[in-house]
C-alpha cells in the first residue's frame, strides 16, 4: 500500500483533498469491489466527494489498483488545527480466501478564514504566505522561436525567387509556369488538352526566345543557349509533333510522336534548366 497525498496544511472550509493510494496485489489476489467505500458523509465535517478506481499492472506482472479518494472539508476552525482523515478498509479476494487492507489515517492542518491575533506570533500550523513563483527562463526558447522565423523567412524568400514574386518578377521562368499550368489540364490524354499542352509550351518556347519561335528557328535558339543542347532531339519532336497535330490534323499521330507524359518530361527538364540559368543567351563566342 503506497500513499500519495497533497500539502499536509492550508486548508479551509469548503476545501477539496485528494489521496491516492496505490494498492498492489500479489498473483491472482484481486481488490474486492464490494468493499470499497462509497460516497458518503465521512463525519459531520468531512464528505467522501467522489472515489476513482483505475486497474493497473506493475512490472513484474502483479494486478495493482490506482484509488483516488476525494474529500471536502466543512470544518471551520477558530485556530490552525491537525485533522484526521479516517482510515479506509479494502479488501482482497483470491477464490474463496479474503485478505483485509487498510488506507491509513491521513493528518492536516485546517485553519482559520481568517488569522487570530495568536497566531501571528509564530504559530507554525498558521496559515502560510503563498509562495512566490519563480519566473521560467525563456532564453532558450526565445533563441528557438528567432531560429525558426529565420527559417521561415529564408524559405519563404527561396520560394519567392522561384515564383518570380515582388522583386524576383523580371526573372521570368516561362517553362515553369507552362509546366505549372499543363499539370492542372484535366484532360492531357485528350485532343483538345493535348493541344493545348502545346500552345502553352509554343508560348514558352516564344517567351524565352524573346520572339516567335518556328522549326527553322531552333538551332539558332540553342546555339545561343548551350545549356538546352542536351534536349535538342526532344525539342525538335516536340516542333514536328505540333506540326502534325495542328496543320496535319492528326492529333492522334502527334501524341503517338510525342505522347502527353513526354511532353510533361520535355517540359519538367527545360524547367529545371531555366532554374539552374541556363535558357538565358549566351555569348557570340558560345554560339560559335
Known amino acids: 500500500m503506497d500513499l500519495y497525498a497533497p500539502r499536509a496544511f492550508g486548508y479551509l472550509i469548503g476545501d477539496t483533498i485528494s489521496l491516492e493510494a496505490v494498492v498492489t496485489l500479489d498473483a491472482g489476489w484481486r481488490l474486492d469491489e464490494s468493499a470499497l467505500p462509497r460516497p458518503r458523509p465521512v463525519t459531520y465535517w468531512l464528505d467522501l466527494k467522489r472515489l476513482d478506481v483505475k486497474p493497473e499492472t506493475a512490472p513484474d506482472g502483479a494486478p495493482r489498483y490506482r484509488l483516488t479518494l476525494t474529500y471536502q472539508t466543512f470544518y471551520s476552525p477558530l485556530e490552525p488545527r491537525a485533522l484526521d482523515i479516517p482510515a479506509v478498509p479494502l479488501a482482497a479476494r483470491k477464490g474463496d480466501a479474503r485478505q483485509t487492507l487498510t488506507i491509513p489515517v491521513w493528518t492536516f492542518v485546517s485553519s482559520p478564514l481568517r488569522e487570530l491575533v495568536a497566531s501571528q506570533r509564530g504559530n507554525p500550523m498558521a496559515l502560510q504566505p503563498d509562495i512566490r513563483p519563480r519566473p521560467y527562463p525563456l532564453a532558450g526558447d526565445a533563441q528557438l522561436a528567432a531560429a525558426a522565423a529565420a527559417v521561415a523567412a529564408a524559405s519563404l524568400l527561396v520560394f519567392a525567387a522561384a515564383s518570380g514574386w515582388g522583386p524576383f518578377a523580371g526573372r521570368s521562368r516561362p517553362f515553369a509556369t507552362a509546366l505549372r499550368h499543363m499539370r492542372r489540364l484535366p484532360d492531357l490524354d485528350a485532343q483538345l488538352g493535348y493541344e493545348d499542352a502545346l500552345q502553352l509550351l509554343h508560348r514558352a518556347f516564344d517567351e524565352a526566345a524573346g520572339q516567335r519561335l518556328f522549326a527553322e528557328d531552333v538551332p539558332g535558339f540553342l546555339a545561343l543557349r548551350p545549356a538546352l543542347a542536351g534536349e535538342a532531339e526532344a525539342i ?49 563566342k558560345e554560339a560559335a
Open 236 to 284: 525538335d519532336r516536340f516542333f514536328t509533333a505540333s506540326r502534325i497535330a495542328f496543320f496535319g490534323d492528326a492529333p492522334e499521330t502527334a501524341m503517338a510522336l510525342l505522347p502527353p507524359e513526354a511532353l510533361i518530361d520535355l517540359a519538367r527538364k527545360l524547367a529545371a534548366v531555366e532554374r539552374r540559368g541556363g535558357t538565358g543567351q549566351g555569348t557570340r
